[in-house]
């Protein structure tokens, strides 16, 4: 009965490969973010989708990738993987796009080598 | 824009005493403000969160937040810690009403229990 769920959960790899991060949410709702997190545990918003629409985009390079095939789903491709990007990625869900409470996934650790 | 500012990034506290957390936000319109916690290697879970209404905010696990709009300030208390209170806390603030959806965090505030 999982809410939010991430895959995969660990993902080590060299730098300059190409790689995806995928998550679900069985909750019905209609809105899902991408956050990072980084080594001193910061949290940022880097996407948003509401309806399968992008309506977030923070100043994120264009490596970044997101993409919903449907509402229960926001997917992270991440190419030409560099150092910097090594951090928790962070998948989330509410109901709506205001306010109102996320449900986040438990994280991918992501490590370039 | 808004803004929050946790005070302390590290907490250490004796099991069955107050926990006390800080957050203070910026913002031009009344806030939308929550306390997340994150368990080591886990996802964010929400704790409390404050919209409208009354200013003290009743929460999961014994937490309790109060809205200040004078000194702008919505800190986090718990009146006994306990071994599993042992974790990482977000102060995080949204714009109501607004075009605004994201949500801003703190910085978050390391918190450990001491036997």
């Known amino acids: 009965d999982t809410a939010v769920s991430q895959t995969p959960k660990y993902l080590v790899t060299q730098m300059g490969n190409d790689k995806s991060i995928k998550c679900e949410q069985n909750?019905?709702?209609?809105?899902m973010y991408w956050y990072k997190q980084d080594s001193k545990k910061f949290l940022k918003i880097m996407f948003s989708?509401?309806?399968?629409?992008?309506?977030i985009n923070e100043t994120v390079p264009n490596r970044f990738s997101p993409k919903s095939p449907d509402k229960a789903h926001l997917n992270l491709h991440i190419n030409s993987l560099e150092l910097g990007d090594s951090a928790v990625y962070f998948c989330?869900?509410?109901?709506?796009?205001?306010?109102?409470?996320?449900?986040f996934g438990p994280g991918t650790r992501l490590t370039v080598l | 824009a808004q803004s929050v500012t946790q005070l302390g990034s590290h907490v250490s506290v004796s099991e069955g005493a107050l926990v006390l957390l800080r957050c203070n936000y910026s913002?031009?319109?009344?806030?939308?403000l929550f306390w997340y916690v994150q368990y080591p290697n886990q996802g964010l879970q929400l704790l409390l969160k404050?919209?409208?209404?009354?200013?003290l905010v009743k929460g999961i696990n014994g937490f309790e937040a109060e809205f200040k709009k004078s000194e702008t300030s919505f800190h986090l208390t718990k009146p006994s810690a306990h071994m599993s209170d042992a974790a990482e806390y977000f102060c995080?603030?949204?714009?109501?009403?607004?075009?605004?959806?994201?949500?801003?965090f703190g910085a978050g505030t390391t918190v450990t229990v001491r036997a």
């Open positions: 995080a603030v949204t714009l109501y009403p607004g075009n605004d959806y994201k949500l801003s």
């Open positions: 989708y509401n309806n399968k629409e992008l309506i």
């Open positions: 404050y919209t409208t209404g009354a200013t």
């Open positions: 909750l019905g709702h209609d809105t």
């Open positions: 989330a869900s509410s109901q709506g796009t205001s306010l109102g409470e996320q449900f």
């Open positions: 913002s031009s319109v009344p806030p939308y």
